[in-house]
């Protein structure tokens, strides 16, 4: 702590000082150096409860926009009977951009972007996961079929 201080304009006198009665004082001291040393936040006191909370808004949140593209094989055929195995994929394609979209979308409004931006920056990322992932199964799926 002395060497933060002293890098920040202090003697090393003053910053001996300051580290020796900041240290009388046990609560204040470990949260000066949370945030100082460690450049670490200080928790709230009520931590556990607000990890929660989070917990279980991206628990949701992750079940209910997962659930969307998969819902494209379920609904798709139900009305559309005829439809091959491509035009199925293609369709659960086309809900998974929408979704993505709708999820970028939803997110600018937590921060202080468009709407649109955050909706095509959003699915091009996703979109970009989900076409690795795809070309990372046909691989696999080459390998194991030899």
Not at 73 to 96: H, Q, R
Request: charged share 20%; glycine share 8%; net charge negative.
């Amino acid at each position: 702590m002395i060497e933060i201080f002293e890098k920040k304009g202090m003697s090393h006198e003053d910053s001996e000082l300051v580290v020796k009665t900041m240290s009388k004082y046990e609560e204040f001291f470990v949260d000066i150096m949370m945030t100082q040393e460690l450049e670490l936040q200080v928790p709230e006191d009520d931590h556990v409860t607000e990890s929660f909370r989070e917990g279980v808004i991206m628990f949701s949140s992750f079940a209910f926009f997962g659930s969307l593209p998969v819902l494209g094989y379920v609904i798709f055929p139900s009305f559309f009977p005829e439809m091959s195995d491509n035009e199925l994929f293609g369709c659960a394609c086309a809900v998974t951009g929408c979704v993505l979209f709708l999820l970028g979308s939803v997110k600018s409004t937590f921060c202080a972007s468009n709407w649109f931006v955050s909706g095509v920056e959003t699915l091009l990322l996703g979109g970009a996961c989900a076409t690795v992932a795809y070309s990372i199964g046909q691989i696999i799926k080459e390998y194991i079929k030899t």
